[in-house]
């Protein structure tokens, strides 16, 4: 299971508060592309991907980078 999915299983019980304020609509979006193989995916989806890892990365490694100088 990715991460994605993870994510996505958690939303009952106490996570379900977090999931409140988005729109069946994007929930139903959500659950259509984590049921969707990756090959199957348009190009767009893919590269949506390594595009979220370009733009989260620096700050993840800066966090982890921290968190040892405490």
Known sequence: ???LA???ARKSGKAA???ASHSPELVAQWEK???TPYS???EKKKESDPEQVRKYLPVIA???SNSGER
Do not use: I, K
Request: glycine fraction near 12%; hydrophobic fraction near 55%; aromatic fraction near 6%.
């Open 1 to 3: 299971m990715g991460a």
């Open 6 to 8: 993870a994510l996505h």
């Open 17 to 19: 508060g977090r999931f």
């Open 33 to 35: 592309q984590l049921a």
């Open 40 to 42: 199957e995916l348009s």
């Open 62 to 64: 800066e966090a982890l």
